[in-house]
């Protein structure tokens, strides 16, 4: 059958940067890329994960699927722009940017204890860090890549918050049973920053780019199952709606909506994948 639309989805060819790309939902946006036909090119402070992921990449799609997989660091201007040079060398063209990367201290049950960190002590030295990777990375990133964007009249900004981004957490479903008050862990409060942040950075970037053929969105998953203790699970599990955690696979066809030209009269959005968590 001849479809009319749903060939809007493809992004053939196209130039796919994503940020924090070594990660768990690096691979999911890979993923996203490579079926839609474009090529992902994977950003990351560390290689190992991105190795890992493009490994992933080519058993699940073949040997030549295509895959860029780049270490370095999104906080630093200089070295954005080396990478930018050396894509436009390649490739001539950049077209989409997914702001992925993010510090993402993983304080729920089954995961390495970090410790003791209320919000009283929490260290400003990790906020700063936090800050540095989740804010100014993504505003350095679109700097960077959007300058490309601006001159082919063309791009797509995607950005990746959290229910964190819409809702504070809930910190009971943190707690350690039989610890003391000052031992707890929380979820910290650069988190949530960073994630309400992403969505303003979304929103002024739109309005700014809205008449130069750049969107800019922002997607915020939630809850991502992942290897976390059955105490913690059924504690989460009772604050969504949907009565359960997300399969990092939900996201995937979202993602490649958002970039492709499915979407072309979206932009300033926030799409909130969440099992309903933040609606009631
Ligand atoms: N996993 C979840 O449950 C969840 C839920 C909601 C939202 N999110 C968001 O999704 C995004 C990805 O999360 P994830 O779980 O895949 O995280 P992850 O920790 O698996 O991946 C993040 C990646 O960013 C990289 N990174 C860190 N600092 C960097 C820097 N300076 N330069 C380049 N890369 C850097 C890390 O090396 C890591 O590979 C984050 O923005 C996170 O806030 C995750």
């Given amino acids: 059958m001849k479809t009319k639309y749903l060939q809007r989805m493809e992004i053939t060819d196209r130039v796919c ?36 992921n493009a490994c992933k990449l080519k058993e699940e799609y073949g040997d030549d699927v295509r895959c860029e997989c780049i270490i370095t660091d999104i906080t630093s201007r200089e070295k954005l722009c080396e ?11 950049i077209d989409v940017l997914i702001n ?18 209320r919000f009283t002590n929490f ?12 804010l100014t990375g993504a505003m350095l990133c679109a700097q960077v890549f959007g300058e490309v ?37 929380v979820k910290p409060v650069s988190y949530s920053v960073v994630k309400h942040g992403i969505i303003g950075l979304t929103k002024y970037l739109a309005i700014y780019w809205a008449d130069k053929g750049i969107r800019v969105n922002t997607l915020c998953p ?11 699970v059924a504690k989460i599990s009772n604050l969504i709606p949907m009565g359960r955690m997300s399969d990092p ?4 066809c979202t993602i490649l909506y958002m970039i492709s030209d499915a979407a072309t009269y979206m932009t300033g959005s926030t799409v909130i994948c969440d099992g309903g968590r933040t609606s009631w």
């Fill in 123 to 134: 260290p400003v030295d990790i906020w700063n860090q936090d800050i540095a990777v989740g």
């Fill in 100 to 117: 992925n990367a993010a510090n993402n201290p993983k304080v729920e049950g089954g995961s390495k204890n970090l410790g003791a960190m």
């Fill in 249 to 252: 696979d939900e996201y995937v």
């Fill in 83 to 93: 990478v930018r040079d050396m894509l436009m060398e390649k490739y001539g063209h």
């Fill in 222 to 232: 939630a809850s991502l199952s992942n290897g976390q203790d059955d105490e913690f």
């Fill in 17 to 52: 940067i994503i940020t924090g790309g070594g990660g768990l939902i690096g691979l999911k946006h890979a993923e996203a890329v490579v079926e839609g036909g474009g090529i992902p090119v994977l950003l990351d402070i560390v290689g190992s994960g991105m190795e890992r």
């Fill in 149 to 185: 964007m601006e001159k082919q009249k063309k791009g797509v900004v995607l950005n990746i918050s959290s229910d964190y981004g819409i809702i504070a957490p809930d910190q009971r479903i943190y707690r350690k049973e039989g610890l003391p008050e000052e031992e707890q862990t």
